[in-house]
């Protein structure tokens, strides 16, 4: 990993402190008290963690304007397909359909951290493994089927140790240049990262630490999430690495 970019999960210095949210009734997940917590995730003292969870205003969900009108999934709100294929042409090819999605969600975390958006609309839902989209889920599974679904193969793994992936810079028009330094951004922490890495990774964010299996099915509101994170981050005073 590279140590000169920037904490994954650190909020972006350009953000408002007030920041209004997007989408529905966020719900903490899986555990309410991780025995770890990445670095990357937030700085957390151990007051901090025998807190309860604080409350995530709920809101109707509104999706994310696309600057193009294109296709869209049925089910649900409109989601650009058009953009979820330019996020996805920046993702290692080797990518398994699980670390795509993963990696997306981890997009979209990181974007609201630096704006308070999201880069896709999509609803993100805490799941049973963790986060899910039952739209993104299903646009994988019929425009990627050539991806295993899981965890990469033994030999994917070996060849990724081999050939490093270093994501190339886009110009694409579905993607702002602040979306693409968000993906890159990602891109970069999570490189060399195994399958069981990049699980833990995703486990140590905010939106998934303040969770139970109570709130399985329930919506995360990323920017809410977001919201939270900055305003400890300004009550404790702490200055994340640059």
């Known amino acids: ?93 080797t990518d398994t359909r699980r670390e795509i999605l993963l990696k997306v969600f981890l997009a979209d975390w990181k974007h609201c951290l630096n704006t308070g958006l999201q880069i896709t609309d999509l609803d993100w839902r805490h799941g049973i493994h963790g986060p899910e989209n039952d739209h993104l889920q299903a646009f994988l599974d019929l425009e990627y089927s ?25 110009a694409d028009s579905e993607l702002t240049k602040r979306e693409r330094d968000s993906i890159n951004h990602v891109l970069k922490v999570t490189n060399e990262y195994t399958f069981a890495k990049l699980i833990k990774l995703v486990y140590s964010v905010r939106p998934i630490i303040y969770s139970n299996n109570s709130h399985l099915g329930h919506m995360i509101d990323l920017s809410a999430h977001a919201a939270h994170q900055r305003a400890e981050e300004e009550e404790l005073g702490e200055k994340k690495i640059a």
């Open 1 to 93: 990993m590279n140590s000169a970019c920037a904490p994954l999960f650190a909020t972006d210095s350009r953000l408002p402190n007030s920041i209004s949210t997007r989408t529905g009734a966020a719900a903490p997940m899986m555990s309410s008290k991780p025995a770890t917590i990445s670095k990357w995730a937030m700085t957390v003292s151990t007051s901090t963690m025998q807190k309860s969870p604080p409350s995530i205003p709920t809101s109707n969900p509104k999706p994310r304007p696309c600057a193009a009108q294109p296709e869209t999934l049925g089910g649900g709100p409109s989601m650009g397909t058009d953009t979820l294929r330019a996020i996805i042409g920046m993702l290692p090819k």
């Open 146 to 170: 050539d991806r295993p679904e899981g965890e990469p193969s033994l030999i994917i793994s070996a060849l990724r140790k081999i050939f490093a992936y270093d994501p190339e810079p886009r």
